[in-house]
């Protein structure tokens, strides 16, 4: 059974950082894209950034509303992928959900809530 | 970015009824290797999305076959047989042609 099982959100400062971990299990992880994708209160979803496996050398892509703040890494030898986010803004607010796959989302995480607040 | 256009905002169904739900994109999701990256999912209540459709018509594993996507291009549809309480929630359509992957808005299933 795939699980995904995102850890580390939590209520933040503006201009603070926060690193987001999402542990994985029951598909081969190594040859998996990995994606982050974020859904503020109320609101749709958002594609965050995306890693893809050693086969694409660890490619990452960001959308322009995190690039230069967020990144995305993974360590395959724990299954894990993980969101750094720096210099937090009021509206990065949001539910963070790990997802596995490329071109489609086919497996979710519960989310991890992050808000950032003065 | 591909703006994804879905209607309507809100659906209000009988259970038992059918439902039918748009997505509209700004431009062809049609990949230069042929295949159309238009997918849908459901958001139940307090929980993460799940994915019903990937690349237009095909359900995912589990997915009953009251749910079904067709179309083509720009112009897509989920279409929802039978409704059952189990069915509502909010819907999103997504395209991963073009970079950076964007979601639609969203549809509220609702029962009447």
């Known amino acids: 059974e795939v699980q995904l099982v995102e850890t580390g959100g939590g209520l933040v400062r503006p201009g603070s950082s926060l690193k987001l971990s999402c542990a994985t299990s029951?598909?081969?992880?190594?040859?998996?894209?990995m994606n982050w994708v974020r859904q503020a209160p109320g609101k749709g979803l958002e594609w965050v950034a995306l890693?893809?496996?050693?086969?694409?050398?660890?490619?990452?892509n960001y959308a322009e509303s995190v690039k230069g703040r967020f990144t995305i890494s993974r360590d395959d030898s724990k299954s894990r992928v993980y969101l750094q986010m720096n210099t937090l803004r009021d509206q990065d607010t949001a539910t963070y959900y790990c997802?596995?796959?490329?071109?489609?989302?086919?497996?979710w995480g519960q989310g991890t809530l992050v808000t950032v607040s003065s | 970015d591909v703006v994804m256009t879905q209607t309507p905002v809100s659906l209000p169904v009988s259970l038992g009824g059918q439902a039918s739900i748009s997505c509209r994109s700004s431009?062809?999701?049609?990949?230069?290797?042929?295949?159309?990256?238009l997918h849908w999912y459901l958001q139940k209540p307090g929980q993460s999305p799940q994915l019903l459709i990937y690349?237009?018509?095909n359900r995912f594993s589990g997915v009953p076959d009251r749910f079904s996507g067709s179309g083509s291009g720009t112009d897509f549809t989920l279409k929802i047989s039978r409704v059952e309480p189990e069915d509502l929630g909010d819907y999103y359509c997504?395209?991963?042609?073009?970079?950076?992957?964007?979601f639609g808005s969203g549809t509220k299933l609702e029962i009447k």
């Open positions: 997802t596995k796959g490329g071109n489609w989302f086919a497996y």
């Open positions: 029951g598909f081969t992880f190594s040859n998996t894209w």
């Open positions: 890693i893809k496996d050693k086969y694409s050398n660890y490619e990452a």
């Open positions: 431009q062809s999701l049609v990949h230069s290797n042929g295949n159309t990256y």
């Open positions: 690349r237009v018509s």
């Open positions: 997504l395209q991963s042609t073009h970079f950076p992957p964007t």
